[in-house]
């Protein structure tokens, strides 16, 4: 399924080679898409609905916001180290999270899932959002060589265990400031660890001049770091703030992101590149030539509460031309949702991945359960007043445990259906794929059966 934007908004100041390709490209699959250069950045390019209540009003502005798109350059951010794509992320209180590293290049996504958490991310703006400057010469990969060395820095010094949590999120960014302020051009070739040594008087310097006590020691450590244990590999996620491949047919940033990941010198630094997708638009993944560094993980739903998303039938299918292709695939069932036979409904998924997918293949790497969550301000501030069939979901079934950020299903309902899917899945494919659980704290991994570690 390839999607195009109805409405196309391009902001002041965007000339660049990707701008015009995507321009390009919206015109050839929708030719009467209404494009608009915008003289500031406050316009949006779509009639704004008028006449009707809160709701109903929340509910058809978002659905233009998904039928439009914004092109513009993206800022540096001084809270994620001065820099524009990448930041470390974070999870919630300690849920058991791989090390990993945000790669925007886009905001939100055309699909419209009902329960989507970036309602609350961009709710200020929920409008589809690609970079203009993303693919600049050199830009993209300086960003993911600094926050990698300052991840790297900060594992020296500190065992993760679970997840990096708020305080290790923000050394790190600390790190990676002062490391962008000392460091300019980088190449492919140079590994993480000749950048340091080529930079670590100026960085030395920028570490005695700061006032932050949490980056002392940093400072006391810097003649021990040497960057050669990468047995901790670090993600580069590109699907998080967005739908990693559901606007590649008009950037084609898959193609840009798999040639800087592709290369030796990133894998031997230990940083890998995730592609995390509900989409089934793969065709200019399957022109390429992948490597064992890149990955793609794909999200596999059931119909309810989702718009403009491909069946779960058609993802397996995309799957399986990956897999062939070359590609190390992941099945991500999440969020799932709670149904008087949730196992019933989700184990039909598995046995056609099953029956369609080389689960003998070392490229079927992985299948991961979660179940829908909310954030308070989301559910509360969002959600309610737009999908009120979501709303009474939510009131009928979830709730919020103490010392928890989310809403969220019983935990001994969540247990059992986890074991449930366990069982089926070891029934189907054996000991042939790894069995995740997303988004939990380690004591429901350990209740469930399934390593963390």
């Not at 894998?267 to 997708?277: E, H, P, Q, S, V």
């Not at 293949?361 to 909310?374: A, E, N, P, V, Y």
Request: glycine share 6%.
């Amino acid at each position: 399924m390839k999607l195009y934007p109805k409405y196309v908004g391009v902001y002041p100041g965007v000339k660049s080679k990707l701008c015009d390709k995507i321009i390009k490209n919206i015109q050839a699959g929708n030719p009467e898409a209404e494009i608009k250069y915008f003289k500031d950045t406050k316009g949006i390019p779509f009639p704004l609905p008028k006449g009707h209540t809160r709701g109903e009003k929340s509910r058809l502005y978002r659905e233009l916001c998904k039928d439009s798109l914004i092109i513009r350059n993206k800022q540096r951010d001084e809270n994620y180290g001065n820099l524009c794509f990448v930041h470390v992320f974070v999870s919630v209180n300690t849920v058991v999270e791989s090390l990993k590293i945000i790669i925007g290049g886009e905001n939100e996504c055309p699909m419209n899932c009902n329960f989507c958490y970036l309602q609350g991310s961009f709710d200020q703006q929920p409008i589809p959002t690609v970079f203009a400057n993303f693919q600049d010469e050199g830009l993209l990969l300086r960003e993911i060589k600094i926050s990698l060395m300052a991840l790297r820095l900060y594992l020296h010094l500190n065992n993760v265990t679970v997840n990096i949590g708020r305080d290790g999120q923000n050394v790190v960014h600390k790190l990676s400031g002062l490391l962008n302020s000392v460091i300019g051009e980088v190449s492919a070739e140079e590994s993480v660890k000749n950048i340091f040594t080529k930079h670590k008087e100026k960085f030395k310097k920028e570490l005695k001049s700061s006032r932050l006590r949490l980056l002392k020691p940093f400072l006391e450590n810097i003649d021990n770091f040497t960057f050669e244990d990468t047995s901790r590999k670090i993600q580069f996620n590109c699907g998080e703030i967005n739908d990693a491949l559901c606007y590649d047919h008009l950037n084609e940033n898959g193609e840009f992101l798999i040639n800087i990941f592709s290369h030796e010198v990133m894998k031997n630094d230990g940083a890998y590149l995730m592609f995390r997708t509900k989409s089934d638009n793969v065709d200019n993944l399957l022109k390429l030539n992948p490597n064992d560094n890149v990955k793609v993980s794909l999200t596999i739903t059931t119909d309810a509460f989702v718009q403009k998303v491909p069946t779960a039938s058609d993802r397996i299918n995309a799957a399986t031309k990956l897999i062939e292709k070359g590609y190390a695939v992941g099945f991500n069932f999440d969020p799932m949702i709670l149904y008087p036979d949730t196992v019933k409904i989700y184990s039909r998924f598995l046995v056609e991945i099953h029956e369609k997918v080389d689960y003998a293949s070392d490229k079927f790497q992985s299948i991961t359960f979660g179940f829908l969550r909310f954030g308070v301000t989301n559910i509360k501030g969002n959600i309610k007043f737009k999908y009120p069939g979501l709303y009474g979901h939510f009131e009928r079934n979830m709730i919020k445990e103490k010392g928890d950020e989310k809403y969220r299903y019983h935990r001994d309902k969540r247990i059992e259906i986890y074991k449930g899917m366990v069982a089926k899945t070891k029934e189907l494919f054996g000991d042939n794929v790894k069995i995740k659980i997303s988004t939990e704290d380690p004591d429901i991994w350990d209740a469930v059966g399934v390593g963390y570690s």
